[in-house]
């Protein structure tokens, strides 16, 4: 009899699953040995007034880490690098100024046509009341939106928007108020939305129906108001982004009391208020903005004493328009006093067919050069301060850890070149949420 070999058992070997692959580690990008660093850390909750607006928290040798869009370490090169120094995408800004993408805080961005024959006008010495009385102004801008398709519409702003974020801006307001029909403000605001969904800079939606009497309610202000109030704000909060409710309070255009009734509807109806005031008289408007919870209240060229204490006491911010006084041969907002009534103060360029400027460098020029602001003031009022009066106050405006990773390069050393420089462009590289967008390498 044949014995077979015992037959060793061995202990059955487990299957196991192949561990999976380690998940890619999130792209960051660090900017080091920035020459200044200007975080504008500080207070989070609300903007800066009187002598807080100069405080910028600059740091020598200054770096940023950036990852899955939003700022997680602000610093010391030194100690960044400590902790973040196996990044792969590294911006060396070496002798450079680095700072918080600007917020433009008024821009009527979207609009067709143009209004440069209006130039003539302005030489020969006509008012913005003449010129609008003779089929200048918002109206005509009106009757060239009206006509405008919405393919045309897009691609106009979309273009001016590019020139924007050339110039730093990252974020901006953009409103409607050149259609003043339901149907065609809805149109505006919808080009706003597709552009909000397609573009880099991120945007803000403002309605400004109320921003002029069309010619068909010619002498029925309180008939048109009535239609902004019963259905045109409706219908914008439901069916566009909207965010802001505009009016704009002068003679000739809307009174405190129609603007009351607009900005109730418009509250009812979820959109925040914003107000036109006191540009060409004292109308008001700043009262009004502080009586109704205004989150701004902008031009401010004649408001009162008592008008901009309200201001303050409601935590009302005051937006200068700077370029809109150059452009339209109107004074420059006394920023001295302003700022010294308490209240905190942002800047825009007020883009427009009026007052055509791209560039909120220009804005912080002359700001600093016809205003009579400081140049750190500027700089919060361009940034932070900017931030709260368009709403996005806690997610953009300053470089700190949790907020969105929006960020300039600017080819100087200095953040005193901002405000002192009067045109060009210092900006060389534009971030948005840890994205370069713009890369303007000097030329060699």
């Known amino acids: 009899m044949i014995r077979r070999p015992h037959k060793v058992m061995r202990p059955r070997t487990e299957m196991r699953a192949a561990p999976p692959p380690p998940s890619p580690r999130p792209r960051g990008l660090l900017v080091v040995h ?16 009187k002598e807080e607006m100069r405080e910028l928290s600059i740091l020598q040798d200054g770096a940023v880490y950036i990852e899955d869009g939003r700022v997680r370490e602000v610093g010391d090169t030194r100690d960044v690098l400590r902790v973040r120094g196996d990044v792969k995408d590294v911006i060396d800004a070496t002798g450079k100024v680095v700072l918080p ?9 979207a609009f067709a046509g143009s209004r440069h024959g209006e130039l003539a006008w302005k030489a020969e010495g006509l008012s913005y009341q003449e010129i609008a009385a003779r089929g200048g102004g918002i109206l005509h801008t009106v009757r060239e939106t009206r006509s405008a398709s919405r393919e045309a519409l897009v ?8 020139g924007m ?3 730093g801006t990252t974020t901006a307001e953009v409103k409607s108020g050149y259609g003043l029909t339901t149907e065609s403000e809805l149109a505006m605001l919808g080009a706003i939305d597709e552009l909000a969904a397609a573009h880099p800079m991120g945007l803000v939606s403002t309605f400004l129906g109320a921003h002029a009497v069309p010619p068909e309610f010619e002498g029925r202000a309180d008939a048109y108001a009535d239609l902004v109030a019963s259905e045109m704000i409706p219908a914008a ?20 009391d129609q603007a009351r009734r607009i900005l109730a509807a418009a509250k009812a109806h979820g959109l925040d208020a914003k107000v036109h005031a006191d540009e060409l008289s004292d109308s008001g408007g700043a009262a009004l903005a502080a009586e109704v919870g205004a989150v701004s209240a902008d031009h401010l060229l004649h408001a009162s004493e008592a008008g901009l204490r309200a201001m303050a006491e409601a935590g009302v911010v005051g937006v200068l328009l700077p370029a809109t006084s150059l452009a339209a041969n109107l004074p420059f907002a006394e920023a001295r006093r302003i700022i010294s009534a308490g209240v905190p103060v942002a800047l825009g360029t007020d ?9 909120m460098q220009v804005a912080l020029a002359l700001a600093t050069h016809g205003l009579g602001m400081y140049p750190e003031e500027a700089v919060t ?6 931030a709260f009066a368009v709403g996005r106050g806690k997610e953009v405006g300053t470089l700190e850890p949790g907020k969105a990773g929006d960020l300039l390069v600017l080819d100087a050393d200095s953040v005193g070149h901002l405000g002192y420089r009067i045109g060009g462009n210092l900006v060389e590289k534009v971030v948005k949420s840890g994205r370069v967008v713009v890369d303007r390498a000097p030329l060699r």
């Not at 691609?155 to 590019?162: M, P, Q």
């Not at 883009?351 to 560039?359: A, C, K, V």
């Open 34 to 49: 920035a020459s200044e660093l200007a975080t504008l850390r500080g207070p989070r909750a609300r903007a800066r007034g």
């Open 101 to 109: 993408g600007f917020v433009d805080a008024h821009t009527h961005a």
């Open 155 to 162: 691609a106009a702003t979309r273009k001016r928007l590019d």
């Open 165 to 167: 974020l050339r110039f």
């Open 237 to 256: 909060s439901t069916r566009t982004g909207a965010r802001f409710c505009d009016v704009w309070v002068e003679a000739g255009y809307f009174t405190a």
């Open 351 to 359: 883009l427009s067919p009026g007052s055509w400027n791209e560039s």
């Open 381 to 386: 009022a361009a940034t932070v301060n900017a």
